[in-house]
T-cell receptor, first 113, second 114 residues
């Protein structure tokens, strides 16, 4: 089955700096890669996603890049703000597994003022 | 915005007891899922459900687990004989289409087995 690795497990940046979180996946059939933000005690919330026919996608301060050949994808947050502090999860899915989401272990991002 | 509703928000149960976690998916969604998250760990897929039957399940979803859509609105997860290691947050999700995108997660049920 699909295995998603995520790094780093913790990330601390100063407000205004950029943050980058990286994920790799194992199943070349995976074709959809969402990123979720989870605040303490709350549900995962989709912040951005990318499909395998696209290399990069941007939404305001958040961008995701995908390298299908290398099987890795990354989340980039620019101009970080304290409210960006949360746990971020990457995931991968494909039709072979009925589009079940396979999550990485998460990155705890702390943005300090 | 439509939401997936889960009840209860927190359930405490004794080891060996049966629990039923309830979910009301978004009304026009056809695909339903249960995920769990042990405290401090990643979210893990348990099971997907479509057309009144299980379509996919993970290794975690063993014989102690079952799912049901008893009526047109509810989607339930039953754990027959709870173990300490079943303590986790359980998230229900639904989707309008069979795809990775479009998932809507519920707010979760925190299950504590004592």
């Amino acid at each position: 089955g699909e295995n998603v690795e995520q790094h780093p497990s913790t990330l601390s940046v100063q407000e205004g700096d950029s943050a980058v979180i990286k994920c790799t996946y194992s199943d070349s059939a995976s074709n959809y890669f969402p990123w979720y933000k989870q605040e303490l005690g709350k549900r995962p919330q989709l912040i951005i996603d990318i499909r395998s026919n696209v290399g990069e996608k941007k939404d305001q301060r958040i961008a995701v890049t995908l390298n299908k050949t290398a099987k890795h994808f990354s989340l980039h947050i620019t101009e970080t703000q304290p409210e960006d502090s949360a746990v971020y999860f990457c995931a991968a899915s494909n039709s072979n597994s009925g589009y079940a989401l396979n999550f990485g272990k998460g990155t705890s991002l702390l943005v300090t003022p | 915005e439509p939401e997936v509703t889960q009840t209860p928000s927190h359930q405490v149960t004794q080891m060996g007891q049966e629990v039923i976690l309830r979910c009301v998916p978004i009304s026009n969604h056809l695909y339903f899922y249960w995920y769990r998250q042990i405290l401090g760990q990643k979210v893990e897929f348990l099971v997907s459900f479509y057309n009144n039957e299980i379509s996919e399940k993970s290794e975690i979803f063993d014989d102690q687990f079952s799912v049901e859509r008893p009526d047109g609105s509810n989607f339930t997860l039953k754990i027959r004989s709870t173990k300490l290691e079943d303590s986790a947050m359980y998230f229900c999700a639904s989707n309008e289409v069979l795809a990775g995108y479009g998932y809507t997660f519920g707010s979760g049920t925190r299950l504590t087995v004592v």
